[in-house]
C-alpha cells in the first residue's frame, strides 16, 4: 500500500534562514508527488506537484522541490524563510484511482 | 470563480444527531473527495466519486454516507453522529489524476 512519511513533526527555523522539509513515499509504480501548506483554519493550497520530467520543480512562494527516484524523497526545500511562511506542509502521492495519500504533515515555526 | 465551498464552517451536534455537510464546486471538476483531518494524522480519504452519481469507499468510510447527485455537489452524511467523529472536514476537487484543489473546511463537534 501507498503511505507517505514526513519524519519531522516540527521544525523551527529562523527567518532568512534555508529551510528543507523531508518527505519519503512508498509506491510502486511512478509517483504523482504534492506537496501542500495550510495556514492556521485554512484549506489546503498546493505548493508545487511533480508528474514526470524534470525532478527538480518550482512552486510558487519562492519553494523548490527534488524528486529523488533512489532515495524514495520528494524533499521541500526553500533558501530564506519568511515569517509568513509559518506553517503545516503536507506532502502527499497520487495512489491510483485518483486517490492522494497525505503524510501526517510537519508544523513550521519561524522564530524573529 | 469560487472554486470549492464548504457549508457550514462550523457545527456542534450532540451524539445521535445527523447531519449532512455540503460541497461545491464551479470548475467543472469530475472528481470529488471528503475527507478527515486529525491532529498528528494528516488527511484520511472517507468517500470519493469519480462522476456524477458514482461514490465510492476511501479509507475511513465507516459511519460516513455520501451523495453526488449533481456533478458540481458533494454531500457528506452523518446519520448518528458520535464522539470518534469530531474532526475537521476537507471537500476536494480534482480533474482526473491532476492536482486536489480543497475547500475551507468543517469544524464538527461532537458532544
Known amino acids: 500500500a501507498q503511505s507517505v512519511t514526513q519524519p519531522d513533526i516540527h521544525i523551527t527555523v529562523s527567518e532568512g534562514a534555508s529551510l528543507e522539509l523531508r518527505c519519503n513515499y512508498s509506491?510502486?509504480?511512478?509517483?504523482?508527488l504534492f506537496w501542500y501548506v495550510q495556514s492556521p483554519g485554512q484549506g489546503l493550497q498546493l505548493l508545487l506537484k511533480?508528474?514526470?520530467?524534470?525532478?527538480l520543480v518550482q512552486g510558487i512562494k519562492g519553494f523548490e522541490a527534488e524528486f529523488k527516484r533512489s532515495q524514495s524523497s520528494f524533499n521541500l526545500r526553500k533558501p530564506s524563510v519568511h515569517w509568513s511562511d509559518a506553517a503545516e506542509y503536507f506532502c502527499?502521492?497520487?495512489?491510483?484511482?485518483?486517490?492522494?495519500?497525505f503524510g501526517a504533515g510537519t508544523i513550521l515555526r519561524v522564530k524573529s | 470563480n469560487a472554486g470549492v465551498t464548504q457549508t457550514p464552517k462550523f457545527r456542534v451536534l450532540k451524539t445521535g444527531q445527523s447531519m449532512t455537510l455540503l460541497c461545491a464546486q464551479d470548475?467543472?471538476?469530475?472528481?470529488m473527495y471528503w475527507y478527515r483531518q486529525d491532529p498528528g494524522m494528516g488527511l484520511r480519504l472517507i468517500h470519493y466519486?469519480?462522476?456524477?452519481?458514482?461514490?465510492a469507499k476511501g479509507e475511513v468510510p465507516d459511519g460516513y454516507n455520501v451523495s453526488r447527485l449533481k456533478k458540481q455537489n458533494f454531500l457528506l452524511g452523518l446519520e448518528s453522529a458520535a464522539p470518534s467523529q469530531t474532526s475537521v472536514y476537507f471537500c476536494?476537487?480534482?480533474?482526473?489524476?491532476?492536482?486536489?484543489?480543497f475547500g475551507p473546511g468543517t469544524r464538527l463537534t461532537v458532544t
Open positions: 466519486s469519480v462522476g456524477e452519481g458514482t461514490t
Open positions: 476536494a476537487s480534482s480533474l482526473g489524476s491532476k492536482e486536489q484543489y
Open positions: 502527499a502521492v497520487g495512489a491510483g484511482g485518483n486517490k492522494l495519500v
Open positions: 511533480y508528474f514526470s520530467g524534470d525532478t
Open positions: 470548475m467543472n471538476h469530475e472528481y
Open positions: 509506491y510502486g509504480a511512478t509517483p504523482y
